[in-house]
T-cell receptor, first 112, second 111 residues
Framework: DGGITQSPKYLFRKEGQNVTLSCEQNLNHDAMYWYRQDPGQGLRLIYYSQIVNDFQKGDIAEGYSVSREKKESFPLTVTSAQKNPTAFYLC???????????FGNGTRLTVT | SQQGEEDPQALSIQEGENATMNCSYKTSINNLQWYRQNSGRGLVHLILIRSNEREKHSGRLRVTLDTSKKSSSLLITASRAADTASYFCATVTNRDDKIIFGKGTRLHILP
């Protein structure tokens, strides 16, 4: 089955620690996206990548970092510089901007 | 920045009634997409409408696009309890590769 896998589903961390969220896709999509969703809110774009070894900042990139070393993988690191990291993180991929996004089931990160 | 803004923020209707949600956006677009999200899950794509299209249908869903007013609407006909979810519009602009979402409409279908 083709799809996007985000892991883990729930993640708990202490304040001041960096944490990496995994996103893997086997859809052979070139483009991948990371969004953050706060309770009752819409999705805000963190980072996106159109091709391997290239990525761009979205609207709320501060305190986050990404890498795109392989087409299938687009991990997101939430650094200690992110002031309010507790949120629901969604990863998505697409074959192009005229095609729909395919989403993973998200990772709920709680930082205390 | 939120490119799309859905209206209303929340909507409760009786099962069997039609539900209409609206999305307004600010800059010219390549296409506009509607998604559905069940609580705590990822989003599921519903319909994509291109800037040169005015209306699209998919089953009980009907989407319209008015580029002169920079707005789109999603109509769900003959609503069912299983339609209870949040619905989001997303826009793809002509100037960059960003896909920007609105804040969504929470739809509750009453039995």
């Amino acid at each position: 089955d083709g799809g996007i896998t985000q892991s883990p589903k729930y993640l708990f961390r202490k304040e001041g620690q960096n944490v990496t969220l995994s996103c893997e896709q086997n859809l052979n999509h070139d483009a991948m996206y990371w969004y953050r969703q706060d309770p009752g809110q819409g999705l805000r774009l963190i980072y996106y990548s159109q091709i391997v070894n290239d990525f761009q900042k979205g609207d709320i990139a501060e305190g986050y970092s990404v890498s795109r070393e392989k087409k299938e993988s687009f991990p997101l690191t939430v650094t200690s510089a992110q002031k309010n990291p507790t949120a629901f993180y969604l990863c998505a991929s697409t074959s192009g901007l005229s095609s729909p996004l395919h989403f993973g089931n998200g990772t709920r990160l709680t930082v205390t | 920045s939120q490119q799309g803004e859905e209206d209303p923020q929340a909507l409760s209707i009786q099962e069997g009634e039609n539900a209409t949600m609206n999305c307004s956006y600010k800059t010219s677009i390549n296409n506009l997409q509607w998604y559905r999200q069940n609580s705590g899950r990822g989003l599921v794509h519903l319909i994509l409408i291109r800037s040169n299209e005015r209306e699209k249908h998919s089953g009980r869903l009907r989407v319209t696009l008015d580029t002169s007013k920079k707005s789109s609407s999603l109509l769900i006909t003959a609503s069912r309890a299983a339609d209870t979810a949040s619905y989001f519009c997303a826009t793809v602009t002509n100037r960059d590769d960003k896909i920007i979402f609105g804040k969504g409409t929470r739809l509750h279908i009453l039995p």
